[in-house]
T-cell receptor
């Protein structure tokens, strides 16, 4: 099956810093989502981005489907950005495959 | 408000007991999913259902069972055959094959 690799596995930054999270996938996909898992475990949808670039406030994402990667950018980090960021891709019908996540810690 | 409701949020059970986790959605989504998450890990698919009265096994279905008698409901039973049932369980739903996936708040099961 398709493999999804996220990097880095852990990232520790000071408040105000910018960060880039990467998601590589091993085969063509027709769906890609980024999620933020908060400290209580809830998964929050960030982007639905099978291709192209989207922006939402301090966050933006770019997916280059032909090169099999997606990037999540967080600018001017805040402590509330801490948590685990997951990339998930879809191949075939109805089955989303998750990466192992990037754990982001923003220190005040 | 539209959304996905999971209950209970926390559940403690003795080894050998079956447990049923509830998942209800009022988003009118066709497809529903159950995922399992272990500490420090990603999500793994247990079961999914594309339409009422139909469901398919995911990657780790052994020791679990589901039903889909109504469009809005997709309960998961963790049976005594599941060797390591302690985990965080997440329910999700989506409209159609290519739609965005939305999650409930999760149910944390601890087997003593």
């Amino acid at each position: 099956g398709i493999q999804v690799e996220q990097s880095p596995p852990d990232l520790i930054l000071q408040e105000g810093a910018n960060s880039t999270l990467r998601c590589n996938f091993s085969d063509s996909v027709n769906n890609l989502q980024w999620f933020h898992q908060n400290p209580w475990g809830q998964l929050i949808n960030l982007f639905y981005i099978p291709s192209g670039t989207k922006q939402n406030g301090r966050l933006s994402a770019t997916t280059v489907a032909t090169e099999r990667y997606s990037l999540l950018y967080i600018s001017s980090s805040q402590t509330t950005d801490s948590g685990v960021y997951f990339c998930a891709v879809k191949q075939g019908a109805q089955k989303l495959v998750f990466g192992q996540g990037t754990r982001l810690t923003i220190n005040p | 408000d539209g959304g996905i409701t999971q209950s209970p949020k926390y559940l403690f059970r003795k080894e050998g007991q079956n447990v049923t986790l509830s998942c209800e959605q009022n988003l009118n989504h066709d497809a529903m999913y159950w995922y399992r998450q272990d500490p420090g890990q990603g999500l793994r698919l247990i079961y999914y259902s594309q339409i009422v009265n139909d469901f398919q096994k995911g990657d780790i279905a052994e020791g679990y069972s589901v039903s889909r008698e109504k469009k809005e409901s997709f309960p998961l039973t963790v049976t005594s055959a599941q060797k390591n049932p302690t985990a965080f369980y997440l329910c999700a739903s989506r409209q159609g094959a290519g739609g965005e996936l939305f999650f409930g708040e999760g149910s944390r099961l601890t087997v003593l």
